[in-house]
């Protein structure tokens, strides 16, 4: 296997929607639960209530994790609050998650538009700005949410590409040469900068095939320019290996105890803030 040359000596570890192999995502348990194998970084999503509740909870609908319907945009915090996901787990406001756990650091995917405006202002007051990464798959979004927080704070944070980002940057590694440094002045206006790009390791395309999307050409070309690299969302142990020798940045997994225990191995867990 051809690999990078870009090692980094700590990878950073993303417990995706907290650790439950019950499928108790994104609630207080499995937050709690990740902290405790030494998780440092936990990626999680937001969703607003009615009544501008930020929710760490990742769907616009309760069906898939509560077993109730119903859309969080239309509900209050009061309502929701009965909910449970998995049948046992209430659905935790993401200031509760800010204040109960201060050690903890937070990949926010912002997944609403009413969101936008809840989450910065939430950050600001908490003065948690410092403990996140904030990113969406939708760019507008992501662009507000980031240009709102600077408004308030007076300084950038950190934060992955949206959608857009990723394929602006797979691109250009295609492309080469100065490519990036054109294509990032072009599309200031619509694309807000980013310092990590987080992306599948394939993609499906039509007909069923599977594009490599994350090879040792894209992974020089994002750290040249500056970018990590963190990949999502990987399960299996070999697959976290082999992406670990390629020279990725982070990886992002529903299996926290499998790559807590891959990264031990291989002398680097802990995370050394942890």
């Known amino acids: 296997m051809t690999t990078s040359a870009h090692r980094p000596a700590s990878p950073a570890a993303l417990a995706h929607r907290g650790f439950s192999r019950e499928g108790a995502e994104n609630t207080l348990d499995a937050f709690r639960a990740a902290r405790d194998i030494g998780y440092e970084w936990i990626e999680t999503d937001v969703n607003t209530t009615s009544d501008g509740v930020v929710l760490c909870f990742h769907d616009g609908t309760l069906d898939r994790v509560t077993g109730t319907t119903g859309s969080v945009s239309a509900m209050t915090w009061e309502r929701i609050s009965c909910e449970r996901v998995a049948g046992v787990c209430g659905i935790p406001r993401l200031g509760d998650l800010l204040t109960q756990f201060p050690e903890l650091k937070f990949n926010i995917d912002v997944k609403d538009e009413a969101s936008v405006a809840a989450l910065p ?65 072009l599309a200031a ?40 690299v963190h990949v999502w969302t990987v399960n299996e142990t070999a697959e976290m290996a082999e992406l670990l020798e390629l020279g990725v940045d982070g990886i992002v997994t529903d299996r926290a105890d499998l790559l807590a225990g891959l990264l031990e191995q291989r002398g680097q867990w802990p995370p050394p803030r942890v």
């Open 121 to 185: 202002r939430l950050l600001h007051e908490l003065g948690a700005t410092d403990r996140v990464r904030v990113t969406s798959f939708s760019e507008s979004r992501r662009r507000r949410t980031l240009r709102r927080l600077r408004e308030l704070t007076g300084e950038p944070v950190p934060t992955s590409s949206g959608k857009e980002g990723m394929r602006l940057l797979l691109a250009c590694s295609w492309l080469g040469g100065p490519s990036w440094r054109i294509a990032r002045r």
């Open 189 to 228: 206006r619509w694309i807000e900068p980013f310092d990590t790009v987080q992306i599948p390791r394939r993609h499906r395309v039509r007909g069923g095939a599977e594009l490599e999307l994350v090879t040792p050409r894209f992974l020089d070309f994002a750290h040249r320019h500056g970018i990590a």
